[in-house]
């Protein structure tokens, strides 16, 4: 997880840029990203239609946020287009789309430093209630997992002054 600084001075772009691009060249190890991600995915494990659209949204957020990370990735990878889930159908396609799209992102080294194959989930498809909380329960796990795969310590980022 970076460690944010506000950035008051204007040499420290200059810095964070050059302290990235030595992480860079030393690269991750064995580890994924070279940096953990910020965010995780916390919501409650789904049990039910209205825990499992509040943890297919919550997975949504994290994943588009995590796919969108410079910090720990060698670059974006594009977001799909995924909806917010509001009923069960909904929750169904989106929960589809991320297992789809994850399983080939954390398999990239275009992304990463090192190919993931440890994290995948393999529940199949969600098809109704039952088999949506399994498949996202998962997801939620196996992501967890992949976005906290770095090095010890952490990089800096810039936020606003």
Known sequence: MATRLRNTFALLTQ??????VLAERIGAGASFHLDASDKTVTAADASSLATSITLANQVKAVYEDHL????????ADPAPALVVASTLA??????????????????????????????????????????LNTLLNEIKVDLNAHMASAPAGALLRLDPA
Do not use: C, E, P
């Not at 810095?15 to 990235?20: D, E, P, R, W």
């Not at 396609?93 to 430093?113: C, E, F, M, P």
């Open 90 to 131: 909904t929750g169904i396609t989106l929960a589809n789309a991320i297992k789809a799209d994850y399983n080939t992102h954390r398999a990239s080294t275009t992304y990463h430093y090192n190919a993931d194959a440890t994290n995948v989930v393999t529940s199949a498809d969600a098809t109704d209630q039952t088999s």
């Open 68 to 75: 969108a990370s410079t910090a720990g990735h060698k670059l």
């Open 15 to 20: 810095i964070v840029a050059g302290l990235k």
